[in-house]
């Protein structure tokens, strides 16, 4: 996370921090659970001035790890995903399912081709492999699948746990889209006097290969001024 968030500061004091026309991104590898939905929630505040002088959130680059450990309560854009689970006509996810649903995500961490084991890939990050347990449950498998597939999201060869991964991601994407005013091609005005406007962009991706850590999703936005 950038400096604007050391030594544990609020979204209070994050909205309070920046001084006028500054510019700020934030960057975290691996911001573990439920830390990624605290993080674009704390930069919420820093958002709702953009388009007026002040400071601006030009970016941000955040790599998700450790789904397991997300919470209903504090999920980015569960509003969003909770939209997107009721328009394909599949199951109404609610908190019950949702802990199914992260629950399940930790079948990405086994080994391809794997009995379960100890619940971790090989390669690194194994501090950032949440084991699967027998608490997973089953069942339910075919509706995740086909919300995945309508959503058009990339799962690779872990299956059920790499689209439960993509989900709980896929909500904070339209989070960021939606909330933080990151929405794909946005032109706004710069609000600083000088004419400029800003085009943005988001976008969900695999920024190395699962052979380098199965923790591979990156949230990536950005505001360029023109």
Known sequence: LPALFAGGAGAADAAAAPTPDEE?????????????DL????????????????????GLALATCCHGLCTWDELAGRDHLVAAFGETGGTALG????????????GACLPVGGDGGDGVAAGGDRDHNVA??????GGGGSGITAIAAALGLRCGPRGLGRMCQRLIDYGR?????????????KEEGGGRGDGSKTRSSVELLHYVSEDVTVQ???????KKRQ
């Open 24 to 36: 700020v991104v934030a960057v975290a590898k691996h911001l573990c659970g439920a830390g990624t």
């Open 39 to 58: 993080a674009l929630r704390a930069l919420a505040p820093l958002c709702r001035v953009v388009g007026t002088a002040g400071v601006r959130v030009a």
């Open 95 to 106: 908190r019950r399912e949702f802990g199914l649903l992260r629950k399940w995500s930790a």
């Open 132 to 137: 699967a347990s027998s608490e997973n449950g």
């Open 173 to 185: 994407l339209q989070y960021v889209e939606k909330t933080l005013g990151f929405g794909p091609n």
């Open 216 to 222: 591979n999703a990156l949230l990536i936005a950005c």
